[in-house]
């Protein structure tokens, strides 16, 4: 019996992060969509953020476009990086 309750109370917590984690996907997915959704939720968050009490909130605007950009450069960068042939000594 104790290990039913042992399996139990491990499940719950692991359908919990398969749950979130599935949510996470669908919201990557409607974001990825369309691109003010991203900044619509950045600015939420941040409205979230300096409404609680005794907080203060420093932000440093940065176009979506810019982070973009960088993952671009990162992803090719990557991708040369894998590609290119490894020199052997």
Do not use: C, W
């Not at 749950?19 to 369309?34: C, E, G, H, I, R």
Request: glycine share 2%.
């Amino acid at each position: 019996m104790i290990s039913a309750v042992a399996a139990l109370d491990t499940a719950l917590p692991a359908d919990g992060e398969y749950q979130a984690a599935t949510k996470l996907a669908q919201a990557a997915s409607v974001m990825s969509a369309d691109p003010a959704a991203l900044q619509l939720r950045l600015l939420q968050t941040v409205v979230e953020v300096a409404a609680e009490k005794n907080s203060r909130v420093i932000t440093v605007p940065v176009p979506v476009e810019l982070l973009r950009f960088l993952n671009r450069v990162a992803s090719a960068a990557g991708r040369a990086h894998r590609s290119a042939p490894e020199a052997r000594p």
